[in-house]
């Protein structure tokens, strides 16, 4: 006999798996610790108040930063810049230092902004929310800047659906 709530996790999971949503490099700041990786559990959460909501593995270095931080970074990249999206989803903070290795600025509250950012946004965090293995981070975005290559294709799920993260989920 078929369990019902069984047959239904691979049905959400296939889902999932099909679906080609954005994908997101969030980077943030606790004093001289910088942090960031690549995210697809991510969203506009709310108009008004403007809300923005990521999920971030509770291994991940970006993590460990983030429970100190006090602002997220979110950055959205064109197509062309795919390397940049999937260097910062295969290496990991605890081995190298990220932001030694790509070109980056200083952005509000110091928080690191990655030049070859297509858009940005930068968000106080209003609440924390244990997700499961993800920690659900509520942003208030509040600074940004977008360029043309907004309007460009952006790095989707698709783009990196094969890469071997930096930290198992
Ligand atoms: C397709 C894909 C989606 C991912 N989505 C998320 C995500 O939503 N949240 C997250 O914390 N990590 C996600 N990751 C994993 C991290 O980007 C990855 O483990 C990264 O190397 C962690 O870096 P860090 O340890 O420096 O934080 C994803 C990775 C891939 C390949």
């Given at each position: 006999?078929v369990?019902?709530q069984?047959s239904?996790?691979?049905a959400?999971?296939?889902?999932v798996?099909q679906l080609?949503?954005?994908m ?5 700041r606790?004093?001289d ?10 969203s ?5 108040p403007?809300?923005f909501?990521?999920?971030?593995s ?8 983030a ?8 950055h ?5 810049h795919?390397d940049?999206?999937?260097?910062f989803?295969?290496?990991t903070?605890?081995e ?12 509000p ?9 297509a ?20 942003m208030e975005?509040?600074?940004?800047a ?14 990196v659906?094969d ?7």
């Open positions: 006999m369990n019902e069984d239904t996790e691979p959400f999971e296939q889902l798996g080609d949503y954005p997101f490099v969030v980077t943030t606790a004093s610790r910088l942090s960031g990786c690549l995210v697809g559990f991510a506009q959460a709310s108009i008004n403007s809300r909501f990521v999920g971030l509770k291994k991940n270095h970006t993590f460990g930063v429970q100190d931080a006090e602002y997220l970074a979110v959205v990249l064109a197509r062309e795919v940049l999206a999937r260097f989803g295969s290496e903070g605890d190298i230092d990220k932001f030694q290795q790509c070109q980056w600025h200083e952005g509250h110091g928080l690191p902004i990655l030049d070859d950012a858009a940005w946004f930068v968000g106080r965090i209003v609440r924390r929310i244990d997700a499961g293995d993800h920690l659900g981070v509520l975005p509040f600074d940004g977008t360029t043309p290559a907004a309007a460009e294709e952006l790095v989707s799920f698709s783009d659906k890469l071997e993260p930096g930290h198992d989920a």
